[in-house]
């Protein structure tokens, strides 16, 4: 009697592992190939000399010319200044808007703005990196605008193609991905907490600082996450308006992979910024992790 | 910071009815001149045509590919499980750029010549991890037991599956669907690299914008495509929020889901 | 001519690793009987039930329904429906199409199914619900339509799990008085399971007490209740007054004991498991006992106590009493015969009709 049922019971779960594999093998399969593929050759490429002279081989100079070579060099530093700087800016104006979107406006208004994030990611990218490059041009609307309120007399020239036009751009396209995980954070906070805080006599800006900032803190975190390092591999940006001074370092693979052929550089560029992106979407979600367990603890 | 966001486009919607050639004020006067001529532009219609094309043989894939995905993760336990999920949520982490020029390298190594199928190829492996999360989140809340009701009343696994499970994700099904559509449609990274000498419509902007300062014909183009992504973006949010009724509803998981997507 | 019975269980035993969650447990349910299991939470009820639904297939033993083996069938290939706790309505479909679902399944035509929604859905009084969907509906509406959409089966035996633990006290008892009402009009077999004593008593036909994943006692409401198989089953059934003795002799049908304080009683009824010369426990109902403030033996079995507590319940009053030897029990007295004021932490005198007393071993 109990064998039959341990024999049926096998027969079952035998049943649902065929099912498992069924459901699981094609999507695993596929990437696997598909993106465990590339990735891994990337990796590979990386330790190979190829150049246009045809010489193949493994090499370490690859890795060695990107973390030597000045002209690389430069081209990281400019990647991290635009980056920082982009992230910073950010930071500094989303901070106040998640603050006025979770607790400032009515719920209907929150749905809609919650929508019209969601509706401006689905914009093509180059559509709206043209619609900035026509606005801060020298006739564009933002210098025009300025000329015609008194506020300068010539257009400034320094508004396109210059490392603050890649700036501009960066930080307009992913503000909305840097509010929402600090508003969510802030979401989360009960609104009797700050009038608690109102009632025992602090001011605004103290309240704002002593409470609200470390309260926002894991959105912050996430935010970051989210957006710096992807910001890194940014391309099309800084082709369309970044010019010569708003080189970054996915113009550069481009053209080491696209133009020269130096696949063996191109391929060293993008696993480091991979292994970039592993790491901190790693210590990511371990930050999320952690902090998910503290604030059920 | 809704002007922020939408300011520059209404700019150059407003420019794609100005009758001069030179994108600057003041107005020179009304016209649509530039949208019959986006229209008539030969390289401009390949693209299109070739991007709406790609879209529309991905889309259906990658929600096929995304189902199965999120029903191995979901509704499963076994060991590996952990290793799936994790293989599935990688894509949505790893930055296009690298995808595009690994892939690049992959097909060339397995001397696959770059076209249309290889863009297809490579935008399913980013888009079905995103339909993945967003039907996997609506999976995640699905409750077991109507499953139970459903076997102990006569329903055959698969009758279960057909009857109670499937139209419990239609509504996340309809929302990645949109997604992964607009995914292929507007991506440009992947496509710029393992398409080779194939054009696609951000492909054509692109090179389009790099060779010259600014085109009118680009102003026309993108106000028509801006305007019917937006009414697709509606319709879709209209049809979950309608589903609401009957017991369907959005998602703040799926949203993120999406938002975290489409940061890549 | 012995047609077999709606239901059986023999010797069915279910481990889950280390843990043995049901331990040989046997009943047999008849044809048109309401049949209860009674028992607090974890003593294996449901997991009970969940093998009758096929939702569990049991370690040993076997599931017999209507004579034929279906330990092994899995549930769509039962004759049995589940009414669940949680009422597990499909919401993306009306109730018509929810009640319709089962009929759909096993092919009958239109005609036919629209047949019995309509019967199911007269039973349960929501003729004019048809179009709602399970959003719309209260807590008692719903639980209504699932069971509608059991019954459209017509199943051999209708298994209930805790059917009206979300509902509140009002409407559990409406529907308790429903429930019972439909069965007895459908005729089919039930099989309910609840930890609530007071509706397995109202409802059933007979219950099975489960503990520890054992059946204690399977009997019918009354036997339980006057005549309980241990002193788990006294206790969790109703309110018990449980007095430590000690066994004395067998007297032709009753037995004598003695009582804490020396006095010295007849039991009329006993468990077959009592021993004489070992100690043992009166099991008497608080309404069986009566109090007087001027104490002493009248005639009946009896001991001095003290007054703890006492209570005002609206028609009862209930008072705490000690006995010799620390022994606490409780008295429910109608209004008309509670002792004067200021009676508490005085003596007094609790008495009782030997026939309603009831001896298990301790």
């Known amino acids: ?223 970051i996450i989210i957006v710096y390092i992807p910001m890194f591999s940014e391309f099309a940006t800084p082709a369309l308006v970044g010019g010569t001074s708003g080189y970054m370092i996915g113009n550069a693979i481009q053209e080491q992979v696209l133009e020269a052929g130096n696949w063996g550089i191109g391929a060293a560029m993008s696993f480091m910024l991979l292994t970039l992106s592993v790491v901190v979407a790693f210590l990511g979600y371990r930050g999320a992790k952690i902090r998910r367990l503290e604030a059920s603890s | 910071m809704v002007f922020l966001l939408y300011g520059p486009l209404v700019v150059l919607a407003a420019f794609s009815f100005n009758d001069s050639i030179v994108i600057a004020l003041p107005f020179e006067g009304f016209t649509t001149r530039w949208y019959s001529d986006a229209l008539a532009n030969p390289l401009l219609l390949e693209g299109l045509r070739n991007s709406l094309a790609v879209a529309f043989v991905v889309t259906p894939i990658s929600l096929l590919l995304g189902t199965l995905a999120a029903f191995a993760v979901t509704r499963f336990r076994y060991r590996l499980r952990g290793g799936v999920a994790g293989l599935v949520g990688a894509p949505l982490v790893v930055p296009w750029l690298l995808v595009g020029v690994g892939a690049l390298m992959f097909f060339n190594r397995l001397q696959v010549p770059l076209s249309l199928r290889t863009i297809g190829v490579m935008h399913v492996t980013v888009a079905f991890p995103l339909v993945a999360a967003i039907v996997g989140a609506r999976l995640v809340r699905f409750d077991r037991r109507i499953e139970e009701a459903a076997l102990d009343l006569g329903a055959q696994p698969r009758e ?43 492909i054509w902007v692109f090179s389009t914008l790099r060779h010259a300062q600014n085109v009118p014909i680009v102003n026309a183009i993108s106000t028509l495509v801006s305007i019917v992504q937006v009414v697709v973006v509606l319709v879709a949010w209209r049809l979950s929020v309608g589903s609401k009724r009957r017991g369907g509803g959005v998602d703040a998981d799926a949203v993120a889901g999406v938002l975290a997507g489409q940061v890549r | 001519m012995n047609e077999p019975a709606a239901l059986e269980l023999r010797d069915v035993v279910k481990r889950f690793g280390e843990v043995t969650a049901v331990d040989h447990v046997s009943f047999t349910v008849g044809a048109s009987e309401f049949f209860s299991l009674l028992g607090p939470s974890g003593c294996g009820k449901t997991t009970t039930l969940r093998m009758l639904a096929g939702f569990e297939i049991p370690t040993e033993g076997q599931v017999l329904i209507q004579g034929n083996d279906a330990s092994r069938l899995p549930p769509y290939r039962r004759d049995t429906n589940l009414v669940f706790q949680s009422y597990a309505l499909f919401p993306h479909m009306t109730v018509a199409q929810n009640v319709a679902f089962g009929p759909e399944r096993k092919k009958l035509s239109k005609d036919e199914v629209r047949t019995r929604v309509g019967e199911a859905l007269d039973a349960v009084r929501l003729q004019g619900y048809a179009d709602r969907t399970p959003r719309e509906l209260s807590g008692g509406q719903q639980q209504r339509v699932a069971l509608a959409r059991a019954l459209a089966n017509r199943p051999a035996v209708l298994l209930l799990d805790e059917p009206l633990g979300a509902l509140d006290l009002k409407l559990r008892e409406e529907m308790q008085f429903e429930l019972k009402r439909i069965q007895r009009e459908v005729g089919i077999s039930f099989v309910y399971v609840t930890h609530d004593q007071g509706e397995a008593i109202t409802m059933s036909d007979r219950i099975a007490v489960m503990h520890d994943g054992r059946i204690e006692h399977l009997g019918t409401p009354e036997e339980i209740y006057l005549r309980p198989a241990s002193v788990f089953v006294a206790g969790f059934i109703g309110q018990a007054s449980l007095i430590p003795v000690t066994v004395e002799a067998r007297e032709g049908d009753a037995w004598a004991v003695m009582l804490p304080g ?22 008497l109902r608080p309404e069986h006992l009566q109090l007087s403030a001027e104490g002493g033996p009248n005639g009946r079995a009896g001991m001095a106590v003290r007054v703890l507590e006492e209570t005002f319940q609206g028609s009862v009053v209930r008072y705490l009493v000690e006995g010799p030897d620390a022994a606490k029990l409780s008295v429910v007295t109608p209004l008309d015969r509670r002792l004067p004021e200021g009676s508490s932490q005085r003596q007094a005198w609790v008495s009782w009709d030997e026939r309603w007393s009831y001896l298990l071993p301790a």
């Open chain 2, 160 to 202: 279960v599956l057909r009857f109670i499970v499937l139209p419990h994700v239609a509504p996340a099904l309809a929302a990645s669907a949109i997604f992964a559509f607009s995914y292929s449609f507007n991506n440009f990274v992947i496509s710029f690299f393992t398409g080779g000498f194939e054009l696609t419509f951000p």
């Open chain 3, 262 to 283: 020396k006095g010295r009683a007849t039991v009329a009824g006993a468990s077959p498991d009592t021993v004489p010369g070992a100690p043992g426990v009166l099991v």
């Open chain 1, 1 to 223: 009697m109990a064998v039959a049922s341990a024999r049926a019971e096998a027969r079952a779960a035998a049943k649902v592992s065929g099912r498992v594999a069924a459901y699981a093998l094609p999507p695993s399969i596929w990437l696997l190939v598909l993106f465990g593929g590339p990735l891994a050759l990337l990796l590979w490429m990386s330790f190979q000399l190829r150049s246009i002279t045809g010489a193949t081989g493994y090499t370490l100079d690859n890795y060695a010319t990107i973390f030597t070579d000045p002209t690389y060099l430069k081209v990281m530093w400019n990647t991290v200044l635009i980056c920082t700087v982009s992230m910073a800016v950010m930071l500094i104006v989303a901070v106040p808007i998640a603050y006025l979107l979770a607790f400032r406006v009515r719920p209907r208004y929150e749905l809609l703005l919650l929508l019209m994030f969601v509706m401006a990611g689905e914009l093509n990218p180059l559509i709206r990196i043209y619609a900035w490059r026509i606005m801060l041009g020298r006739e564009g609307v933002v210098n025009s605008v300025l000329q015609a309120v008194g506020v300068i007399d010539a257009p400034i020239d320094a508004l396109l193609f210059t490392r603050l036009s890649v700036v501009i751009v960066l930080a307009t396209t992913y503000i909305p991905y840097t509010t929402i995980p600090i508003y969510a954070a802030l979401k989360a906070v009960e609104p009797d907490l700050l009038e608690a805080a109102n009632d025992l006599g602090s001011r605004l800006t103290t309240t704002f600082r002593k409470l609200l900032l470390p309260l926002a803190a894991p959105g912050i975190f996430v935010a």
